[in-house]
């Protein structure tokens, strides 16, 4: 229909799909065992002597011949059929089908032109192509047309992620209104010159930072464009060049947002022209960052690494900006690095735009105070470089070029200097993405640990044979267990009267109607139904995994209502197999088994327990293996299989719930997890499944039945009974059509009901059902169980029924911790990535900084050389927050609802752990910073800096960092949040702008930023002890009253302010330095090393201040479920939902009540 030739690789294919299709290929290991007309497949293995019993399907049995476990032989071939690939290879290329097929093959090509078949196939390719599209692109459409659709769907993107819009807009709005309030009417004489050069480079780097956002968001979309990239849908770089257009009218508002409150209020220069130049600047600064860390995205693999060189170009960017560290104070060997500055260019032009032609009126004189009130003019030269003698004010384009050597001209050169940037990055990050690889496909590749690779040599397959029902039973109950009697002494999980509401746009939708129904120990139930029936949420529903909605009726074990270990007592094994991928086979299952077995266990016996699992399964060959991810580490079946031993070595008492094990699995695999779970159910397990579409031979596997429809209505529950007879004779009585003798069961019944997929009915199967003799008769068994169960005694081999977890805290502190540990230390990725990180960054400052002296400009050096290094931790950050957040991700898909262990335990375990590797990290940060910069090294000053340097400051910034990430709801968001917060802190630190000159009203925020406290303790012990002495540039030269040396004429000016003279005789030009120590300097921004041991006090305080709000942050948003946004909706709306429980404890639970159309609330 489609007009082209399709070759399709399907897995348990229904005999109808199967017959659509026109030829068939077999392969077994890598070689070819048929090809030919898909209705002879059949026929050509039956004449090789195998057997295909009635209802299996076609491509069933074409799996089948391929696996010695399945195939079956005709009597009488028995020696005489192929048994190994190579046999059966021998058979085919020996066989008339093959010499049909050669036949067939070299008629085509000596009746068919090869040159005039592809001439056809490239017109024909060059007519389905829009036109303008090149004649050779793989693309059906132009370049431009890519771009202008994927334009479209960016548009559609920005509009779905609202979330994560407004968490940009706002963090905007929020820091520009902060902003522009800290620095709010700076005034206008030279006490306000370092205010504003403050604010400027403030903002460039606030855009800077939240730019890092970009590296996440690139990677979180980065599988989905290499997946359409391997479909030949467009181009990679066309989806980096939309990105212009649609990402632009939101950065656009944030950034006129930003320019509107951090310009007019804080009463920078008052002309349109330079607001204008303001907001055009930022503009193309924010866009040129954007496009750098997208660039650095697409460039590294994995973002870890891109994390890492994106704050070392942070820091590099602020370093050589100009204002931490003016041009004239560079080295020059490493001067260079200020060209490759966009934000170089954009602090520059903009302080240039500020200041040019600006009179400053003078805020201090030197020499002025008490007893100089009547000294001239003349006699006093103003407190700000650029200053002249006599003159009482201060020419903006003189203080530019003394202070920070800038010339007015170069403004708009430098401006055109980052267009070209932006464009080049642009262009760089276009170019970079067409290289993206594609997402790795396979799963195939196993890696062992060190030294525990199996022996292969004797050619045995990986996959072991699954244990049979003697050996399971051997297995799980021992070898003097009596099944009948622990069949008939086994806990009964039932439901009934189960219906399910959700709200849904200002309405409410019911998902399941009066679904009741029990599962007994040693059978299997299958739970099917058509897509959106309900089967999934009825497993979820009845596993206790629903946190939203609305459920009412009854769901009870031996009749009496659920208590806390529930949880534990069942197993869940999800449709996603998701585990630790740093654990080992047999890792993960010991893992399960220390926390999901009681301590009252010895852990000897469970890891024996563990063996035999891994035995039953036939996992022993890659008990070793790395679980890892998808293209390296175990493949589909293995991981199905891990996830299954995973809930079995919790023995599962009460109940087994699987979500469709199938999925993903040929024919083969297929049937040895479903004869896995015959085998369990065989051993005395309760086991509930879901499954979708089976084969008759799976289908027929199961004991009962569990059919629902859309709307979550029942059509049967019941047995299925051998071969499917109780099943079919119920649905042939009433649908009047009677099952063929090869027909599926399974494919039969969904016809019936008008589930297939082109089928439908006239009938209300689900009130057929409500008034069916084998409904009321299902009816009446669950109300005599319920009548019957509740006089049992109490099973309580496993513990305290009403414990939430199987181990103590402490055993789960434990084990989650040793289990993180491992996670770190086999993450060579990350780890690497991280000491990259900071060694660089480090090193870097150390270097930039190098050749720390006695001068004033040292002093301030040293100061703004602290304040690069604690922007190194804002990078580290935004490193483990990736990892985190996959740890997490694994906790509350998994292990939460499993109750594994406490959330708290997964919190503070990866917390240590990444306190130590980072700590490791820190000491780095210290050999490459303090030693390269010459900073005192007697023990009282550097052994205090390094004691809150790398001890306790990773202890801050790490609590810190997973405190907004275990909070916020994924990792983009948190980065922005991150960056924001940090941002802050930065801001109230004191460096940017002191606290004496900053509004009244944010003074006690530069007491509750702890990053007062860390810079207050870094600089300290730097500056502490260490005498000053200004070089001839930062001395200010004055001339005494005639006949007045220099000294005296200070005397009473060094006394109130401090200070020296240079030549104290002299009689002219006296040379006057401000400072005596070094520590003097920082004064103004009110470090003391007085503070340094209640600086210490303090940062404890903000750390367990940190693991508080982390443990708080995670319990009300991730596990009460909190949501900011929802409540504020709720003010607004009329409608609300009254808590109420969804299990009564009374006797008279299934008599009519006169409440029963009331909805009870799970969650809100």
């Keep these: 229909m489609l007009g082209c030739s399709a070759f399709v690789a399907i897995y348990q294919a229904g005999q109808n799909i199967y017959e659509l299709f026109d030829k068939v290929c077999v392969l077994y290991k890598g070689r070819q065992i048929f090809w030919g007309p898909a209705e002879e497949g059949v026929a050509y293995f039956e004449r090789m002597g195998y057997m295909k019993p009635p209802r299996m399907t076609a491509p069933e049995f074409l799996t089948a011949v391929t696996s010695p476990s399945s195939r079956q032989i005709r009597p009488g071939f028995e020696g005489k059929v192929p048994d190994s690939s190579e046999e059966f290879a021998d058979y085919w290329t020996n066989s008339p089908e093959y010499s049909r097929l050669v036949d067939e093959l070299n008629e085509f090509n000596s009746t068919h032109n090869g040159e005039e078949t592809r001439q056809r196939l490239d017109y024909a390719n060059q007519q389905r192509k829009q036109r303008g599209n090149r004649q050779k692109s793989q693309f059906t459409i132009s370049y431009w047309s890519q771009v202008y659709y994927l334009m479209l769907r960016g548009f559609q993107r920005t509009k779905g992620n609202i979330t994560y819009t407004i968490v940009y807009l706002s963090s905007f709005v929020t820091k520009g209104f902060v902003v522009g309030s800290m620095y709010y009417h700076i005034p206008k004489s030279t006490v306000g010159a370092y205010s504003r050069g403050g604010i400027l480079f403030y903002v460039l780097l606030f855009c800077s930072v939240t730019s890092l956002a970009e590296i996440a968001n690139s990677f979180a979309t980065r599988n989905i464009l290499t997946k359409h990239k391997s479909y030949s849908m467009y181009h990679l770089s066309a989806e980096a060049l939309q990105e212009i257009i649609t990402e632009f009218p939101t950065k656009f508002v944030a950034v006129v947002i930003l320019a509107l409150t951090t310009y007019w209020m804080p009463n920078l220069k008052h002309t349109a022209g330079a607001f204008f130049m303001y907001l055009l600047f930022l503009l193309t600064i924010q866009q040129c960052m954007s496009f750098t860390f997208k660039c650095i995205a697409s460039v590294c693999k994995d973002g870890t690494t891109a994390h890492a060189i994106g704050g070392l170009w942070v820091l590099m960017m602020c370093v050589y900006t100009g204002f931490v560290l003016p041009l004239n104070q560079m080295h020059h060997w490493i001067k260079w690095i200020h060209y490759l500055n966009p934000m170089f260019y954009a602090f520059y032009s903009l302080m ?35 200053a002249v003698a006599g003159q009482d004010w201060v020419d903006g384009d003189a203080y530019l070029y003394r202070a920070f050597d800038f010339r007015w001209h170069n403004v708009w050169k430098y401006w055109g200097i980052n267009v070209c940037w932006t464009a080049g990055f642009i262009g760089l990050n276009a170019f970079m993405a067409e290289f993206v690889k594609n997402v790795e496909g396979g799963g195939d590749m196993l890696l062992f640990k060190r030294g525990c690779l199996p ?59 009066q679904i009741q129904g029990y599962v007994k120990p040693g059978t299997m139930t299958a739970l099917m139904g058509e897509s959106g029936a309900g089967k999934t949420t009825l497993l979820n529903t009845l596993a206790q995994r629903i946190n939203f909605g609305t459920i009412t009726g009854d769901m009870l074990v031996n009749g009496r209502p659920l208590d806390g270990s529930f949880a534990r007592r069942t197993g869940y094994v999800q449709q996603q197999d998701l585990h630790m991928a740093e654990y080992t086979v047999r890792e993960s299952l010991r893992f399960a088994a220390d926390l999901r077995q009681g301590d009252n266990v010895p852990q000897e016996e469970k890891y024996d327990y563990v063996e035999k699992i891994i035995d039953c399964l036939g ?38 719930f699987l979500d469709e094990p199938t999925s993903g699995l040929d024919s083969e695999s297929s049937w040895s997890i479903v004869q896995f779970l ?88 689900a009130e057929l059902w409500n008034n069916s003799p084998e409904c009321a008769a299902e009816s009446a068994t669950i109300d005599q169980l319920h009548r019957d169960l509740p006089s049992r005694p109490v099973n309580n081999n496993n513990g305290d029924l009403d414990a939430v977890f199987a181990a103590s805290y402490r055993t789960q502190l434990w084990v989650v911790l040793k289990r993180t540990y491992t996670q770190f230390w086999r993450s060579p990725v990350y780890i690497r990535a991280k000491f990259l990180e900071c060694v660089s960054c480090a090193l870097f400052v150390g270097l930039s900084y190098v050749g720390f002296d006695h001068t004033v400009g040292s002093a301030q050096a040293a100061f703004s050389s602290v304040f690069m290094l604690l922007l190194i931790s804002v990078a580290i950050i935004n490193q483990s927050h990736v990892f985190a957040y996959d740890t997490r991700e694994l906790y509350e898909v998994r292990e939460k609802l499993s109750n594994t262990f406490h959330w708290s335990c997964l919190l503070l375990c990866h917390t240590l752990v990444e306190i130590g590797w980072s700590t490791i990290c820190q000491f780095l940060i210290f050999i490459c910073y303090y030693w390269p910069i010459r900073f005192s090294g007697t023990a009282e000053n550097a052994g205090f800096f390094f004691f809150i340097n790398v001890l306790i400051f990773p202890m801050y910034y790490v609590t810190y960092g997973l405190a907004v990430l275990y909070f916020s709801p994924d ?20 460096i940017l702008n002191p606290k004496k000159w900053s509004p009244k009203f944010w003074s006690f ?107 708080t942050g995670y319990w009300y948003f991730r596990v009460y479920g909190g949501n900011p946004m929802s409540a504020i909706k709720k003010l607004f709306s009329a409608k609300t939902y009254k808590p109420a429980k969804r299990h009564e404890k009374d006797n008279t639970i299934f008599q009519p009540q006169p409440n029963d159309s009331k909805i009870g609330t799970v969650k809100k």
């Design 352 to 386: 240039g735009s500020e200041f040019h032609r600006k009179h400053m009126p003078c805020y201090h004189f030197i020499p002025s105070g008490p007893g100089y009130e009547n000294v001239s003019l003349a006699n006093q030269i103003c407190a700000l470089s650029g």
């Design 455 to 513: 022996d292969t040599s004797n050619g045995e397959d990986w996959d072991g044979k699954v244990a049979s029902r003697e050996e399971m039973m051997l297995a799980l109950n021992g070898p003097d267990a009596d099944l009948d009697k622990i069949i008939a002494e086994a806990d009964i999980f039932s439901w009934k009267n189960l219906d399910y509401v959700i709200p849904y746009d200002g309405a409410t939708r019911q998902l399941l109607c």
């Design 619 to 656: 996992m022993s060959k890659y008990a070793e293996a790395m679980v890892g991810k998808i293209g390296r580490g175990l493949n589909v079946e293995q991981r199905k299989k891990l996830s299954i031993a995973t809930e079995l070595v919790a023995k599962p008492s009460l109940l087994l």
């Design 678 to 765: 015959r085998a369990l159910a065989d051993s005395g397990q309760a086991i509930l499944c879901t499954i979708h579409q089976p084969s008759a031979t799976l289908f027929e596997v199961f004991d009962r039945l569990l059919l629902l429809k859309k709307g979550g209505k029942t059509v049967y529950f019941g047995d299925i009974g051998p071969n499917s007879s109780t099943m079919l004779s119920y649905f042939e009585r009433n649908s009047g059509v009677k099952c063929g003798v090869s027909e599926n069961p399974a494919e039969y019944i969904l016809n019936c009901i008008g589930a297939g997929a082109t089928a439908s009915t006239n009938h209300d199967w």
């Design 971 to 990: 990792v983009p968001s948190a980065s922005m949040i991150n960056s924001n917060l940090f941002a802050m802190m930065l801001l109230f630190c004191g």
């Design 1005 to 1111: 925020l530069y007491v509750a930023s702890p990053f007062t406290y860390f810079v207050q303790a870094f600089v300290g012990p730097i500056l502490h002890n260490r005498k000053l002495e200004c070089a001839y540039s930062e001395l200010f030269i004055v001339d005494p009253p005639e006949g007045t040396q220099c000294g005296a004429y200070f005397s009473n000016y060094i006394k109130t302010n401090g200070g020296y003279l240079v030549n104290p005789e002299s009689e002219s030009n006296c040379h006057y330095c401000p400072y005596v120590m070094q520590s003097d300097v920082v004064l103004q921004f009110g470090i003391k090393w007085k503070d340094h041991w209640r600086d210490f006090g303090i940062a404890w305080i903000y750390i367990f201040a940190n693991v508080g709000f982390m443990l």
